[in-house]
């Protein structure tokens, strides 16, 4: 019977309900010491399980690892999964039927994904994420391979087809491929820099009426691309 358990968690309530609060509490555990940093101890304090639950549910410290990086693209695919799946219909619908991508149809969908990403990476529930995102960018491990494939490059590439239709260039261009990381840098600047920002901004904390102000900001960015084309012509 243990021989069993060990290979599968039981599939009750209960054991479901550990799991999370465990890759929960690794995310956090994990994105502020590393994986080096973190012992097994100081993880299993922080979920309140056991030493012997991380090999239980999850293998080793190796497999916590993989697991909360998988965590980490669940939590963030529930908030952009749906508007992803939405224009990535619609765009391969475009290709089927031989269309273009209009421009401003491109602008509407490109100020939804960056006002999403605002909503998503502003506010507090995402200082765990990014710590985590930020050590995989600085060490990258296979944890950062499968976020940058299951989710980053996916969420890019879409990018930089909106931004090509706008500017009226090849997506795969080194042009495009810069513009669409310059202006991600511009919405994730108020995570990764959270402190500088709110210093600067003399804002006490990020609450609903910061978060709207920087989604209207996102529009701004968005309405800035290729103006000076526009005004040259």
């Keep these: 019977m243990t021989q069993e ?16 609060k465990m890759l929960s509490a690794a995310l956090d555990v994990f994105g502020r010491y590393g994986f080096d940093g973190a012992s097994t101890r100081q993880l299993a304090e922080a979920a309140g399980v056991n030493l012997q639950a991380i090999p239980y549910y999850f293998g080793s410290k190796e ?4 697991a909360t990086a998988e965590y980490l693209m669940m939590r963030i695919n529930t ?4 508007m992803r799946a939405r224009v990535g219909a619609h ?3 475009l290709d089927a039927a031989g269309k273009p991508l209009g421009e401003a149809e491109a602008r509407h969908f490109l100020t939804e994904i960056l006002q999403t990403m605002v ?19 600085m060490e990258p491990t296979e944890a950062f391979t499968r ?7 996916p969420m890019i590439e879409m990018g930089r087809r909106l931004i090509g239709a706008i500017l009226h260039e090849d997506a795969a261009s080194e042009h ?11 919405i994730l600047v108020f995570r990764v820099a959270h402190a500088a920002v709110l210093a600067q901004m003399e804002w ?13 900001l996102a529009a701004e960015l968005v309405d800035a691309i290729g103006a000076s084309k526009g005004s040259a012509a």
């Design 5 to 20: 358990h060990d290979n599968e968690p039981p599939a009750s309530a209960r054991a479901e309900i550990a799991r999370q």
């Design 63 to 66: 497999g916590l690892y993989i």
């Design 79 to 82: 908030h952009v999964g749906d």
């Design 91 to 93: 765009l391969l619908a």
């Design 119 to 137: 909503t998503l990476f502003v506010g507090r529930e995402s200082e765990s994420w990014a710590r985590f995102l930020i050590r995989e960018q």
């Design 147 to 153: 976020v940058y494939q299951g989710l980053m490059r």
């Design 176 to 186: 495009v491929r810069l513009r669409t990381f310059t202006l991600l840098g511009s």
């Design 204 to 216: 006490n904390g990020v609450g609903p009426e910061q978060v709207e102000t920087v989604r209207g």
